[in-house]
Each structure stands twice: as C-alpha cells, then as structure tokens.
C-alpha cells in the first residue's frame, strides 16, 4: 500500500484531514518497551498547528489514543495503533475547492485518479495533517533508539533567502529546544514569514537533520541502502521537493581529492574520517559517521492570493481561484519534527532488518 513504509518495522498511516480520526498502525515494534507518554506528547505539541503567527490557526490538541499494542504500559508485540480525533474541522471552507483545483497541491491529480469521489476537505489524505500520526510512530522510535545511544536532531537551514548555521558533519552539535542553531537566524526567519504572509503569501525552506551513534554496517546496496531508505520515507512528507545527503549537490563542484572522506583511527580505536562529504552513507551502507541530510519544502500552496485555475466541470475559460480557510504561511518550522519522525522510523527500520538487537 502506498501508505505503507518499512520492512521489519512496517508503519501504515490512515484517515484523512477532516475524517473523524487520523491514526497510524505500527508492526514490528520490538517488545517489552515502556514509552514515556508525556514525552511522546511533547514531541507531538512540536508539530501541532495552532502555535503563532507563523502556522495555521486550526487548533487540535494531538493527543495519541492507543487502541491496540500495549499491556500496562509497555508494547506487547500486537500491533500499535493509535488514533488522533480531528476536533476542528471546517469543511465549508473548502467548498469551491470542490469545483477548481489550487495550483500546486494534489486536488487536480487526485481528481484525475479517483473522480469526484476525491475527499479534497483540507487536502484529504494528501494534507500535512497526516504527519501527525507519522510524529506518533516516530516519536516512539526515537525514544527507542535513544535507550541504544541513537540520537537524531534537525534544525531550520533555511526558510526563504534567510539562512542558519549548518552542522558540523563530522561532529553535529544537535538542537535541544530550537529551531536554529544561531538565535538570531529564527529572528529573522520570522520577518520573513510575516512578509509573506502579509503579502497573503507563503514560503518555502530547508531542514536539515542529523544522526548520530549509527554504527558501521546498516543497510543493503542498491535498492536497500540507508539514503534509498531516508529518501522514500522523506518524500512522503507533503511539501518535501528535495533530499540531499553530506554534501550533497556541492559535491559536484568538488575534485575528488577534495570530496574523499580519508579514514583513520581515533584514539578508542575506531575507524573514522577525518572529513564527512559522504554524510555517513557509502554504498548505501553506514560508515559510522553521522549521518547528515537535508531536505527541502516547497512554499505553501495554498494562499489567499487569487490564483489562476481551471474547473472540473469542463468550462474552458479561465478561472480565478481565491482560497479561503486556515492554512501556514510557511510550513518549514512544524515540519522539524516530522523530519527527525521519518528518520527515526528509517534508521529503526534498517537496524531490526539487520536483527542487531533481536
């Protein structure tokens, strides 16, 4: 299924933006873990709408049900489903979308697969809403993973022409309680969200995320490699147009000489580079260094500024669409956390695969 992801540790997402639940179904999670609920909760608030100028005014509370999976606390080995209920639905603000698709989001696609039976209230299946659930699968491996000496972080590198300090690839410091690395970049990141904003506009921008404690020898070549990985699950969160890994796309501007990662042994013995261009992935495999990518987020589609559109009913004359309801001028601040989910779920995935810890 398309809303599938993972091997040994498999996550299914289900509901839709404004069903009466939005939920996500986790088997393969290992046994006998007790999660911390309050934590998970607070990693959820991170993501929720409804925070500041810079989201959307829709208020949910995102408070995890657990239905299935846990006995007195800990996972049982069934699988873990759990449920957020969409409490403030307003579907009437959707009504000419029904008619004329937004520029840039899914509505046309989507039209054009299912017909009319589409469910285009806040984007249906295709909304930003469904990484919530997401933040619930991968907020609890990223407590797991924790416990095993992983830690993931990721941090705004850009939002607009505004940008941020970018980690040290060889020894990421990673972010507790912030958005940035500099404060003074999420200063003006703000401005430049209220700019946008005020223009009845969006932005777009880039995180990057990085991983750290990952042993040596995680993932498959090819198909099954860690950056094949990363990427699948990365592209399933909406507005993600871009990932790169190390460095990237400024690789290419590199000689060889210049862009090898020379190994040697640090003073506990282990095999280290003295530089990370690889972002901690050769072959597909993991080096043992950080892991580091990025990925970027393309701006809002939908802004209060008229736009040109078509409609469905088969009139050819232009159309101008204004749309209407609650939406975030720049999706990037909220999305932090559903990078570092994705990753965590990724990186579990690859290590149970490989029955490190079975």
């Given at each position: 299924?398309?809303?599938?992801?993972?091997?040994?540790?498999?996550?299914?997402?289900?509901?839709?933006?404004?069903?009466?639940?939005?939920?996500?179904?986790?088997?393969?999670?290992?046994?006998?873990?007790?999660?911390?609920?309050?934590?998970?909760?607070?990693?959820?608030?991170?993501?929720?709408?409804?925070?500041?100028?810079?989201?959307?005014?829709?208020?949910?509370?995102?408070?995890?049900?657990?239905?299935?999976?846990?006995?007195?606390?800990?996972?049982?080995?069934?699988?873990?489903?759990?449920?957020?209920?969409?409490?403030?639905?307003?579907?009437?603000?959707?009504?000419?979308?029904?008619?004329?698709?937004?520029?840039?989001?899914?509505?046309?696609?989507?039209?054009?697969?299912?017909?009319?039976?589409?469910?285009?209230?806040?984007?249906?299946?295709?909304?930003?809403?469904?990484?919530?659930?997401?933040?619930?699968?991968?907020?609890?491996?990223?407590?797991?993973?924790?416990?095993?000496?992983?830690?993931?972080?990721?941090?705004?590198?850009?939002?607009?022409?505004?940008?941020?300090?970018?980690?040290?690839?060889?020894?990421?410091?990673?972010?507790?309680?912030?958005?940035?690395?500099?404060?003074?970049?999420?200063?003006?990141?703000?401005?430049?969200?209220?700019?946008?904003?005020?223009?009845?506009?969006?932005?777009?921008?880039?995180?990057?995320?990085?991983?750290?404690?990952?042993?040596?020898?995680?993932?498959?070549?090819?198909?099954?490699?860690?950056?094949?990985?990363?990427?699948?699950?990365?592209?399933?969160?909406?507005?993600?147009?871009?990932?790169?890994?190390?460095?990237?796309?400024?690789?290419?501007?590199?000689r060889g000489s210049q862009n090898n990662d020379?190994?040697?042994?640090?003073?506990?013995?282990?095999?280290?580079?003295?530089?990370?261009?690889?972002?901690?992935?050769?072959?597909?495999?993991?080096?043992?260094?950080?892991?580091?990518?990025?990925?970027?987020?393309?701006?809002?589609?939908?802004?209060?500024?008229?736009?040109?559109?078509?409609?469905?009913?088969?009139?050819?004359?232009?159309?101008?669409?204004?749309?209407?309801?609650?939406?975030?001028?720049?999706?990037?601040?909220?999305?932090?956390?559903?990078?570092?989910?994705?990753?965590?779920?990724?990186?579990?995935?690859?290590?149970?695969?490989?029955?490190?810890?079975?």
């Amino acid at each position: 299924m398309s809303s599938q992801f993972g091997t040994a540790l498999k996550i299914q997402i289900f509901g839709q933006s404004h069903a009466p639940a939005i939920g996500v179904s986790i088997d393969g999670f290992p046994v006998g873990f007790t999660p911390d609920m309050d934590a998970l909760k607070t990693f959820l608030a991170r993501r929720a709408p409804g925070q500041g100028a810079y989201a959307t005014a829709r208020k949910e509370p995102d408070k995890p049900e657990f239905l299935s999976g846990l006995v007195e606390g800990h996972t049982c080995g069934a699988p873990l489903t759990a449920i957020i209920r969409n409490t403030d639905t307003r579907a009437k603000d959707y009504g000419n979308i029904a008619e004329m698709p937004r520029p840039s989001h899914a509505d046309y696609p989507a039209w054009v697969k299912y017909g009319n039976q589409a469910d285009y209230r806040g984007g249906g299946h295709f909304s930003g809403r469904l990484t919530a659930p997401l933040c619930i699968a991968g907020g609890l491996c990223l407590q797991y993973l924790a416990q095993k000496g992983i830690h993931i972080g990721a941090h705004i590198l850009s939002i607009g022409a505004v940008h941020d300090t970018a980690f040290d690839p060889v020894s990421p410091a990673l972010p507790v309680g912030a958005l940035t690395l500099d404060p003074a970049a999420w200063e003006k990141m703000q401005e430049e969200i209220a700019a946008a904003k005020a223009e009845m506009d969006s932005v777009g921008g880039v995180i990057e995320c990085a991983v750290t404690g990952v042993q040596a020898g995680y993932g498959e070549p090819m198909f099954g490699g860690m950056e094949n990985r990363l990427a699948q699950i990365l592209f399933g969160i909406p507005a993600v147009k871009g990932v790169e890994f190390g460095a990237g796309f400024g690789c290419t501007e590199l000689r060889g000489s210049q862009n090898n990662d020379p190994y040697y042994y640090d003073e506990n013995g282990f095999v280290r580079t003295r530089t990370n261009h690889a972002g901690g992935i050769a072959g597909g495999i993991s080096t043992g260094m950080p892991i580091v990518f990025r990925a970027a987020f393309k701006p809002t589609p939908s802004i209060a500024r008229p736009q040109e559109t078509i409609r469905f009913n088969g009139t050819t004359a232009p159309a101008v669409l204004e749309i209407k309801g609650r939406h975030d001028p720049c999706i990037v601040p909220r999305a932090v956390p559903v990078v570092e989910a994705a990753a965590a779920i990724a990186i579990l995935d690859a290590i149970l695969e490989g029955n490190q810890w079975s």
